[in-house]
């Protein structure tokens, strides 16, 4: 067992400020959760980048302010600046559910006990440090500030909001991944150039006076969007502002953003290139002791750092570029991916804990299959402008090579401490669908799903197909749900080969924009065709920066600007639910009313058959999945669909509307059809 001391952390109180022998801090940290010095948790990423710099870094977490504010200001002033974050999550995430509900949890803090973090914590906290030490810079990083660095819609408080350095009152922000910025940010500092002439690095955002003189960088053009004031008044005009901001969030040359907010200007530089492989691997290779801080020794668990505590983050960036979803905004559509000797590393130091019991629960990323995978010529993607590589069609510039990280997986498996490593972060199930993946090699698709099934999964594969509707999925970014049915017939061939018994388990998402409820009952009733049994549902959050929440607010797409509707009533909402739960006995006679008034009787029949023998009509069960194999389901029903619907209705689908459903329950394994047959 090894013994830690506590400065093996970073300093989080005066005490420990001394015992490291500081007079003086450079750069003191604020973050809305609490410490946990692991490579997953950002505030301690940063913290530990900065020590890389050569600088004293202490870090006050979740810092009261219902009290004196006495935590602000215990450390004292920094030399060079204040950091703050509002944590892994935005808080208002962190700290309310989808209905708006105040959570009873809080998973980034001891105990899981809330009331640890304030709303809109950035803002809070660098308003007290800025109220306190108006001459020291503030700098706010972190999803939280990543995602509102621009005009955007405010779910919780159901309002537009200016850029978080408006309501923040910071000096610059840094978006995204905050490593290469900070390098830059340091290297000026150190060398005596003020915080306040820093307005060129890329990757941030500070304002400009109006009639300032903007600095010039040769290679960047410069882009003006619409005023913060010109959205405020009309949405469509807010709708049109965000493709520039996708667009130019995940170009590899993009350009510099300006918006005007009151009398002042907000200027957004390009990002930074993707990281290389050394950058990353550098990040991930610093002292973390992998643990919280000893100061929550007597406060329980933290239950994020429990679920993660024994995982590997293996790359970073996703270009899935899904509507709802807004990793690529924050962390980029390009993979930075880390090398085999520096995950093998970090393999070692988690079989080194004291509570390893040779289990990893995860080696991953945003999602667990785009390790390594990058365009084949640079230049064509050095160009590109689109917000998804994989989406509509998977681009033929992509490499989806899924050899070198089956060959990961297997090099992790060889560590003499490893007994099994699981992938527990979201499988892309269309990339291994050759039908989809067209490019690709099918045999290495098939053996990459076969080392996951075989190798690195406990009794369920989860993947997120997300919707059946194709008009609603293409909204979404995602393809057709008929790969979902082609990936299952994948996982059920290999399942008997090799005698596993394994369950997928399919997700969903409800009340997405361009959702409406016969989707949902499509939805429902295509689910049960496949014998699946949904048991939870998820409904779409609109966070900021995203396609789907531009659409909620606005009611616009914003790449066509064309009228798309979103359910957003309470009562709206649970009734798409409802179909989910098609087999409660309290939903039965609204679900019978609604589609008979819809003239939706096929769906009805699917649903609730008259003799209500889903479960006990075995036999005819087994005679229709005979049917549905050759002829889809979600043809039969399109057919029916369309002769039922209107052509205006038909268009109004033609959006977006997105419905996320979690299913536990599943009677389709091989195993539960010879249970059914028998
Ligand atoms: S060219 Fe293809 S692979 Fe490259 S960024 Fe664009 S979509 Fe992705």
């Known amino acids: 067992m090894r013994i830690r001391r506590v400065s093996d952390w970073l300093p989080t109180t005066n005490k420990e400020v001394k015992l490291r022998g500081w007079e ?301 979803c807004t990793i690529s905004a924050h962390q980029g559509k390009f993979i930075a991916s880390r090398s085999k000797e520096s995950v093998l590393k970090e393999v070692d130091q988690v079989a080194e ?80 669908v050759p039908e989809f993946n067209k490019n690709a090699d099918p045999k290495e698709l098939d053996a990459y799903t076969e080392e996951v099934m075989t190798n690195h999964i406990s009794g369920r594969l989860k993947v997120a197909p997300e919707h059946t509707s194709d008009p609603v999925l293409k909204l979404m970014r995602k393809p057709s749900f008929k790969y979902f049915h082609m990936f299952k017939d994948r996982f059920d061939r290999i399942n008997i080969k090799k005698r596993l018994k394994l369950q997928l388990i399919p997700y969903f998402i409800s009340n997405h924009p361009a959702c409406e409820k016969e989707d949902m009952a499509n939805l429902a009733a295509e689910t049960k065709d496949m014998g699946f049994q949904l048991e939870q549902v998820q409904g779409f959050t609109p966070t900021p920066m995203t396609v789907a929440t531009v659409i909620y607010y606005s009611g616009y797409h914003p790449y066509t600007l064309k009228p798309t509707k979103t359910p957003k009533t309470a009562k709206e909402k649970e009734e798409q639910h409802r179909f989910f739960f098609w087999y409660k006995k309290e939903n039965k006679d609204w679900i019978r009313n609604t589609l008979n008034k819809v003239g939706r009787q096929d769906l009805l029949k699917v649903l609730l058959p008259e003799n209500n023998s889903w479960k006990k009509n075995k036999n005819a069960s087994e005679a229709k999945n005979t049917f549905d194999d050759a002829v889809p389901f979600n043809q039969r029903k399109n057919k029916n669909y369309r002769a039922s619907k209107s052509s205006t209705k038909e268009d109004r689908n033609n959006g977006n509307s997105k419905t996320e459903t979690k299913e536990t329950k599943k009677y389709s394994t091989p195993k539960n059809k010879r249970r059914r047959r028998r």
């Open 353 to 432: 804990m004291d509570d390893f019991k040779g289990y990893l629960s995860d080696i991953g990323g945003p999602s667990a299959n785009m390790y390594k995978m990058q365009g084949k010529i640079q230049s064509i993607c050095d160009k590109c402008v689109a917000p998804s590589c994989i989406s509509p069609v998977i681009c033929s510039n992509l490499d989806t090579s899924h050899k070198p990280l089956t060959e990961l997986y297997q090099a992790v498996d060889k560590h003499p401490k490893i007994k099994k490593s699981f992938i527990g972060s979201g499988i892309r199930h269309d990339m291994l």
């Open 24 to 324: 003086e801090l450079d750069v003191i940290l604020f973050s809305g959760d609490a410490y946990v010095d692991h490579p997953s948790f950002g505030p301690a990423v940063i913290g530990r980048i900065l020590e890389s710099y050569g600088l004293r870094v202490a870090i006050v977490p979740q810092p009261s302010v219902n009290d004196n504010l006495q935590d602000f200001e215990k450390l004292g002033k920094p030399r060079l600046f204040f950091g703050v974050t509002g944590g892994c999550m935005d808080p208002m995430v962190s700290n309310y559910t989808a209905s708006k509900r105040r959570r009873d949890k809080d998973a980034y803090t001891p105990n899981g006990d809330k009331g640890f973090r304030p709303d809109y914590a950035t803002s809070v906290y660098s308003k007290i440090l800025k109220d306190k030490f108006p001459d020291t810079p503030v700098l706010i990083g972190g999803i939280e500030a990543s995602l509102r660095r621009v005009t955007h819609y405010d779910y919780w408080s159901d309002k537009l909001l200016p850029t978080i350095l408006e309501t923040s009152k910071a000096d610059m922000l840094v978006y995204g991944m905050g490593e290469q910025p900070l390098r830059e940010i340091v290297e000026l500092l150190q060398k005596g150039v003020p915080f306040s002439s820093l307005k060129t690095i890329k990757q941030t955002a500070v304002f400009v006076e109006e009639g300032e003189n903007v600095p010039k960088n040769k290679n960047w053009q410069d882009i003006e969007i619409n005023s913060h004031e010109a959205c405020l008044k009309d949405k469509k005009t807010f709708a049109s502002n965000f493709k520039v901001i996708e667009q130019e969030s995940n170009k590899l040359y993009a350009r510099r953003i300006f918006q005007k907010v009151g009398d002042k200007k907000l200027m957004i530089n390009p990002p930074y290139p993707t990281m290389t492989e050394k950058e990353i691997d550098g990040s991930f290779d610093l002292p973390f002791t992998r643990l919280p801080h000893p100061k929550y020794n007597k406060r329980g668990p933290i239950p994020a750092f429990e679920m993660i505590k024994f995982s590997i983050n293996i790359h970073r960036g996703c270009f899935g570029g899904c509507s709802f």
